[in-house]
């Protein structure tokens, strides 16, 4: 009867299927192709499913890898290692005799050519005029460094948004025939010559007078767009650039803020939000607009400038225009009166 072969010990690279040189994610693919054969034998070994997770436990990890590697020179490897004939002893044919006996030769040559090198660069050194003036490269401009980016816009709170709009913001007076002072509400300084605000209130003649801060401008009424109830005043040019209006306009649930005349004399900051944009592109927010705060400035939290205040707009108890139809502004209605 014949022997049987001793079957060879598996290693866990065996287990897994894959070669000794795998990568991490090929033996973690390895590992899930495995367990899903065997998951799928009904009649699986669970000592195999037990050695393929261990074979992963270990293959995984590179310290315990790296120790495993190192046991897997088995005896009988370092035995092959041990039994194998020792290279056979070479001795020199007469020519490399010659070769040796030739070699002092051929290092005094190359230190010769060294040395005469040596004193022909000495040589030269000692003519070469020593006052001659060596020129120097320019040194390197140093590179222009690259400015830093802009900081992203920050949240502003009320107090912040009120030093904001108060060089920008004036109060709306009309002088009446008589010499009666008549309040017309708030308005925009869009630009150093130019002020916005709505239309309701301003007398047909008369004066009008632009305040801002302790400044009184005489204004002329320019532009009136009865479409949009919004109207332009001319005043003498300002060192004030104006407010830009912002070209986004505010969406439902956005925090913005309210300046204007709210109560008494001077400029207040109401703070709420965009209830909804309405049908006519009208901005219903969630605070009250005075009739003296009609033709103030509406600001979102980042200080832009994103509506005008209005008191009298159909649909909306509280209202404003989005600060985009400045720019569409034109006569339109009753055509605009002259100032005496």
Same mark, same amino acid.
């Given at each position: 009867?014949?022997?049987?072969?001793?079957?060879?010990?598996?290693?866990?690279?065996d287990i897994?299927?894959?070669?000794?040189?795998?990568?991490?994610?090929?033996?973690?693919?390895?590992?899930?192709?495995?367990?899903?054969?065997?998951?799928?034998?009904?009649?699986?070994?669970?000592?195999?499913?037990?050695?393929?997770r261990e074979?992963?436990?270990?293959?995984?990890?590179?310290?315990?890898?790296?120790?495993?590697?190192?046991?897997?020179?088995?005896?009988?490897?370092?035995?092959?290692?041990?039994?194998?004939?020792?290279?056979?002893?070479?001795?020199?044919?007469?020519?490399?005799?010659?070769?040796?006996?030739?070699?002092?030769?051929?290092?005094?040559?190359?230190?010769?050519?060294?040395?005469?090198?040596?004193?022909?660069?000495?040589?030269?050194?000692?003519?070469?005029?020593?006052?001659?003036?060596?020129?120097?490269?320019?040194?390197?401009?140093?590179?222009?460094?690259?400015?830093?980016?802009?900081?992203?816009?920050?949240?502003?709170?009320? $107090? +912040?948004i009120l /030093?904001?709009?108060?060089?920008?913001?004036?109060?709306? =007076? !009309?002088?009446?025939? %008589? #010499?009666? *002072?008549?309040?017309?509400?708030?308005?925009?300084?869009?630009?150093?010559?130019?002020?916005?605000?709505?239309?309701?209130?301003?007398?047909?003649?008369?004066?009008?007078?632009?305040?801002?801060?302790?400044?009184?401008?005489?204004?002329?009424?320019?532009?009136?767009?009865?479409?949009?109830?919004?109207?332009?005043?001319?005043?003498?040019?300002?060192?004030?650039?104006?407010?830009?209006?912002?070209?986004?306009?505010?969406?439902?649930?956005?925090?913005?803020?309210?300046?204007?005349?709210?109560?008494?004399?001077?400029?207040?900051?109401?703070?709420?939000?965009? $209830? +909804?944009?309405? /049908?006519?592109?009208?901005?219903?927010?969630?605070?009250? =607009? !005075?009739?003296?705060? %009609? #033709?103030? *400035?509406?600001?979102?939290?980042?200080?832009?400038?994103?509506?005008?205040?209005?008191?009298?707009?159909?649909?909306?108890?509280?209202?404003?225009?989005?600060?985009?139809?400045?720019?569409?502004?034109?006569?339109?209605?009753?055509?605009?009166?002259?100032?005496?």
């Open positions: 009867m014949a022997a049987r072969t001793p079957t060879k010990k598996r290693s866990l690279y897994l299927g894959v070669p000794r040189d795998a990568m991490a994610i090929d033996i973690g693919v390895a590992y899930k192709k495995r367990l899903a054969a065997l998951d799928k034998q009904p009649d699986a070994d669970p000592n195999e499913i037990a050695l393929v074979a992963y436990h270990i293959l995984c990890q590179p310290r315990e890898r790296e120790s495993y590697d190192a046991s897997l020179v088995t005896r009988e490897e370092r035995a092959e290692a041990m039994t194998r004939p020792a290279p056979d002893l070479v001795l020199e044919s007469e020519d490399d005799e010659q070769d040796r006996k030739r070699r002092p030769l051929i290092w005094i040559g190359v230190g010769a050519v060294a040395l005469l090198l040596v004193g022909l660069i000495a040589w030269r050194q000692a003519t070469t005029p020593k006052n001659v003036a060596v020129k120097e490269a320019p040194p390197a401009e140093p590179e222009t460094p690259k400015p830093p980016p802009p900081p992203p816009p920050k949240e502003r709170n009320a $107090k +912040e /030093a904001l709009a108060s060089p920008s913001v004036a109060r709306i =007076v !009309a002088y009446e025939v %008589s #010499g009666t *002072a008549v309040p017309m509400g708030s308005g925009i300084m869009v630009a150093p010559d130019a002020i916005v605000t709505t239309c309701h209130g301003l007398p047909a003649g008369g004066q009008i007078v632009a305040r801002i801060g302790a400044e009184s401008l005489p204004a002329t009424l320019v532009v009136t767009d009865e479409d949009l109830n919004l109207c332009r005043l001319s005043v003498p040019r300002m060192e004030v650039a104006g407010l830009a209006a912002s070209a986004e306009e505010p969406k439902a649930g956005d925090k913005v803020f309210a300046v204007g005349q709210h109560q008494g004399t001077d400029l207040s900051v109401i703070e709420g939000t965009i $209830k +909804e944009l309405k /049908a006519g592109r009208v901005l219903e927010i969630s605070m009250p =607009v !005075a009739a003296s705060a %009609s #033709g103030g *400035a509406l600001f979102d939290a980042y200080g832009r400038l994103v509506g005008v205040l209005t008191s009298r707009q159909r649909g909306a108890t509280n209202a404003a225009l989005p600060a985009t139809a400045i720019a569409q502004m034109r006569t339109r209605g009753t055509p605009a009166p002259k100032a005496p």
